[in-house]
């Protein structure tokens, strides 16, 4: 039996969010106004998918095909119309159709399912290195503002993964190709180097001492 697609609108953004991550969104145009102001009425998620081609603002985006179904958390509305909301990222979708004959874009999609996880040795050897490096990028990054923090991670190895993809530097392509991954392991296992690289950036100092020659060009002799 086929499983019943979700009809769900979408905002195309130059953006990937991944479950369990927050975004603050600026709403200003006409088309999305009403498609917050309809979720909130009816207390209903939207999906959130990351251009392809096209543009944010203007006419219709080619968006990829799997994205995160949001969450609306707050609504501040202004005196024009213009809104910002908070959303919280829940759950991955995989468009299966497209229908752009309304004032916004709506999908009908289904759940991305992750795979179960067999090599649990495997995982938690992973997960273990996971945490220690995030720790220590964190670490790293708030030495220098002179007070300590504590990371506390999530225990379930999937919401764990997507949690550290969010708060790491990457271009756009990879983010997705992350959040399309269903394995648990190999996420985990593209993201090691990531974040040992993030780890070296941060040991890099963030100014160097300037020489004479760096100034020649501003030189000039009275």
């Known amino acids: 039996m086929a499983r019943e ?5 979408l905002f195309p953004l130059n953006t990937v969010l991944f479950p369990h991550a927050a975004l603050q969104l600026h709403v200003f145009e006409d088309r999305y106004r ?9 207390d ?6 990351l251009i392809r081609s096209g543009d944010e603002a203007g006419g219709l985006a ?8 949001v969450r609306i958390k707050e609504v501040s ?4 119309g213009r809104m910002d909301i908070l959303v919280q990222g829940e759950r991955r979708f995989r468009v299966r159709r497209l229908d752009d004959t309304r004032a916004f874009l709506v999908g009908f999609v289904e759940p991305v399912i992750e795979s179960p996880i067999e090599e649990q040795s495997k995982v938690e050897t992973l997960l273990l290195s996971a945490r220690r490096e995030f720790e220590i990028l964190v670490q790293r990054l708030f030495e220098r503002q002179e007070f300590s923090v504590q990371v506390v991670f999530p225990t379930d190895p999937v919401a764990l993964s997507f949690t550290i993809a969010n708060l790491l530097s990457m271009e756009n392509i990879q983010k997705q190709r992350l959040l399309e991954m269903t394995d648990t392991v190999e996420r985990i296992e593209e993201l090691l180097p990531i974040l040992q690289w993030h780890i070296l950036e941060a040991n890099q100092p963030a100014y160097y001492k300037v020489q004479s020659q760096d100034l020649q060009e501003w030189i000039t002799p009275n």
């Open 62 to 69: 080619d968006p990829y095909l799997v994205g995160t179904v």
């Open 34 to 42: 009403e498609m917050i102001q309809l979720c909130v009425r009816d």
């Open 44 to 49: 209903r998620p939207f999906g959130v998918v």
């Open 77 to 80: 509305t202004y005196d024009d």
């Open 5 to 9: 697609l979700e009809e769900l609108p």
